[in-house]
């Protein structure tokens, strides 16, 4: 069974049920599944079986639905960031070489088919040519792949990697049993479709019988406005995009009493930030993720089980989580190693031809952490960010946390600067809340959560952060701005 197959059902038993909702549109589940069907025939009859299809779309319904066609086809999805340059763009589909490619850019090389991004569902499959009879296609292999996305590692180039429908169709039925999403849910992810986080809430929540509202961008007003208008009751966000959800709430004295459960992935959550979230979303049951594009999602910690201080959660059901030394050797609880991941969610690996760290069947971001004797994972940074200074390993997120911890500092980067003497010396940006602080302070504050070597000698203060789509700070922006001397002293 693929992904999509239970639209069709859903649009069976309830066929007048909103599906989707984009903005003052409603789509039911009738004319959302005769879309998808009559957009599937076209897609398998213009693509080989393990054919692909890019799209190059804003966030709307057409990329929702689209990408939902090629997933019932058979097909795997190529989803495009509609807001890559040109020539990045066009560099991406020229290395996927897709079989067919559809965009709403004019300037798309090569052969494509353009649509308009915004078009209603019931007008998509006129609008790509799809033939008005059509025969449904018969149900997928589990095993085939579905979707390629693209992580933009540390040089900020696109890195595409691929999915099977069981990897996602395995993560559903764990939610399920731990969140019990149904048609009574109205599922809301304000984020771009390309990235997994919002694609994987849109398709869990259509899977399940819910509804789900397409964003068409994020603007924490507008995402209120939503929530309220449409009885969210689920909703998806990182860290960056709820912080201003709560500013927003506070600002208008606003209360989401309606939302049940929030989903929070891409970041570590503040615990100082949950007596505010409480306030804006007083019904909420709060989970955090720990997760990657690779690996889907590898740990959980919910609001209503007690979480250990400093840690991720406990393994996502259906995954193993070990901690191992150099040698592959599982360490005792306590101890840190790589973060090793073993289950059915992981991704089918990187369409290059490189991978992450594998040991058998167990994937390695390069994440390092502990397991403590109740088996939750603390982690400590990872290991392509690891910096030595003076001959001591020293992790930049360590650093990071206790900056952050002031309350001053809202967010913050560090980095290891050449010296002579070390090898590297730490130095750090900083996007401050209020004026004041001074290095003598912020250095003191430091001292008394660190050793003197993990402090920070230079400290530059940045007023507009840069963070990539996903909500997460973009270091290779951040170290340019160190490099540029783009910053302000912190005397």
């Given at each position: 069974?693929?992904?999509?197959?239970?639209?069709?059902?859903?649009?069976?038993?309830?066929?007048?049920?909103?599906?989707?909702?984009?903005?003052?549109?409603?789509?039911?589940?009738?004319?959302?599944?005769?879309?998808v069907a009559r957009l599937a025939a076209f897609i398998a009859a213009r693509t080989p079986r393990e054919g692909t299809v890019a799209l190059d779309l804003p966030n709307g319904p057409p990329l929702?639905?689209?990408?939902?066609?090629?997933?019932?086809?058979?097909?795997?999805?190529?989803?495009?960031?509609?807001?890559?340059?040109?020539?990045?763009?066009?560099?991406?589909?020229?290395?996927?070489?897709?079989?067919?490619?559809?965009?709403?850019?004019?300037?798309?090389?090569?052969?494509?088919?353009?649509?308009?991004?915004?078009?209603?569902?019931?007008?998509?499959?006129?609008?790509?040519?799809?033939?008005?009879?059509?025969?449904?296609?018969?149900?997928?292999?589990?095993?085939?792949?579905?979707?390629?996305?693209?992580?933009?590692?540390?040089?900020?180039?696109?890195?595409?990697?691929?999915?099977?429908?069981?990897?996602?169709?395995?993560?559903?039925?764990?939610?399920?049993?731990?969140?019990?999403?149904?048609?009574?849910?109205?599922?809301?992810?304000?984020?771009?479709?390309?990235?997994?986080?919002?694609?994987?809430?849109?398709?869990?929540?259509?899977?399940?019988?819910?509804?789900?509202?397409?964003?068409?961008?994020?603007?924490?007003?507008?995402?209120?406005?939503?929530?309220?208008?449409?009885?969210?009751?689920?909703?998806?966000?990182?860290?960056?995009?709820?912080?201003?959800?709560?500013?927003?709430?506070?600002?208008?004295?606003?209360?989401?009493?309606?939302?049940?459960?929030?989903?929070?992935?891409?970041?570590?959550?503040?615990?100082?930030?949950?007596?505010?979230?409480?306030?804006?979303?007083?019904?909420?049951?709060?989970?955090?993720?720990?997760?990657?594009?690779?690996?889907?999602?590898?740990?959980?910690?919910?609001?209503?089980?007690?979480?250990?201080?400093?840690?991720?959660?406990?393994?996502?059901?259906?995954?193993?989580?070990?901690?191992?030394?150099?040698?592959?050797?599982?360490?005792?609880?306590?101890?840190?190693?790589?973060?090793?991941?073993?289950?059915?969610?992981?991704?089918?690996?990187?369409?290059?031809?490189?991978?992450?760290?594998?040991?058998?069947?167990?994937?390695?971001?390069?994440?390092?952490?502990?397991?403590?004797?109740?088996?939750?994972?603390?982690?400590?940074?990872?290991?392509?960010?690891?910096?030595?200074?003076?001959?001591?390993?020293?992790?930049?997120?360590?650093?990071?946390?206790?900056?952050?911890?002031?309350?001053?500092?809202?967010?913050?980067?560090?980095?290891?600067?050449?010296?002579?003497?070390?090898?590297?010396?730490?130095?750090?940006?900083?996007?401050?809340?209020?004026?004041?602080?001074?290095?003598?302070?912020?250095?003191?504050?430091?001292?008394?959560?660190?050793?003197?070597?993990?402090?920070?000698?230079?400290?530059?203060?940045?007023?507009?952060?840069?963070?990539?789509?996903?909500?997460?700070?973009?270091?290779?922006?951040?170290?340019?701005?160190?490099?540029?001397?783009?910053?302000?002293?912190?005397?």
């Open positions: 069974m693929g992904i999509t197959r239970p639209i069709a059902e859903h649009a069976r038993r309830l066929p007048d049920e909103t599906a989707i909702i984009f903005e003052d549109r409603k789509t039911s589940r009738r004319d959302l599944d005769n879309a929702a639905v689209l990408f939902l066609a090629a997933a019932t086809a058979g097909r795997c999805a190529q989803i495009l960031d509609h807001e890559w340059p040109n020539a990045t763009v066009n560099k991406v589909a020229a290395s996927l070489k897709p079989s067919i490619a559809v965009t709403s850019r004019e300037e798309f090389e090569g052969k494509a088919v353009r649509i308009d991004g915004d078009l209603p569902v019931p007008e998509i499959a006129d609008a790509i040519g799809a033939p008005a009879e059509f025969r449904r296609v018969s149900d997928v292999d589990q095993e085939a792949l579905f979707y390629t996305g693209f992580t933009s590692g540390s040089t900020g180039t696109p890195k595409a990697f691929s999915r099977t429908h069981r990897s996602w169709l395995a993560s559903f039925a764990s939610a399920q049993d731990e969140f019990e999403i149904g048609p009574a849910d109205c599922v809301f992810a304000p984020g771009p479709f390309s990235h997994s986080l919002p694609l994987y809430a849109l398709s869990s929540a259509l899977h399940a019988g819910a509804k789900f509202v397409v964003a068409r961008g994020f603007h924490p007003n507008s995402a209120l406005r939503t929530i309220g208008a449409h009885r969210v009751s689920v909703l998806y966000g990182v860290p960056s995009q709820l912080f201003l959800l709560i500013e927003a709430a506070e600002a208008s004295n606003a209360v989401c009493h309606g939302v049940r459960l929030i989903l929070c992935s891409g970041a570590k959550w503040p615990p100082k930030m949950a007596s505010r979230l409480k306030k804006v979303f007083p019904k909420a049951l709060f989970v955090e993720f720990y997760g990657a594009s690779e690996l889907s999602f590898v740990t959980l910690a919910r609001s209503d089980e007690r979480i250990p201080k400093g840690s991720v959660g406990r393994p996502f059901p259906g995954v193993n989580v070990s901690v191992r030394d150099a040698k592959g050797k599982n360490c005792p609880a306590g101890r840190t190693g790589l973060v090793f991941v073993e289950g059915p969610l992981v991704f089918a690996g990187y369409n290059d031809g490189t991978d992450v760290l594998r040991m058998g069947d167990a994937l390695s971001v390069g994440d390092r952490g502990f397991l403590d004797k109740s088996g939750f994972l603390h982690l400590e940074g990872r290991d392509d960010r690891l910096l030595i200074s003076a001959g001591r390993n020293i992790q930049p997120e360590e650093v990071e946390t206790a900056l952050n911890l002031h309350p001053a500092v809202e967010s913050s980067a560090v980095f290891g600067v050449a010296d002579d003497k070390r090898g590297v010396r730490l130095a750090a940006l900083v996007k401050l809340k209020e004026q004041g602080i001074t290095m003598p302070a912020l250095t003191a504050h430091l001292r008394g959560l660190l050793p003197a070597y993990k402090v920070p000698s230079h400290v530059g203060i940045v007023a507009k952060w840069p963070s990539t789509r996903s909500g997460k700070s973009d270091y290779a922006k951040l170290q340019k701005i160190w490099n540029d001397e783009k910053y302000e002293p912190l005397e």
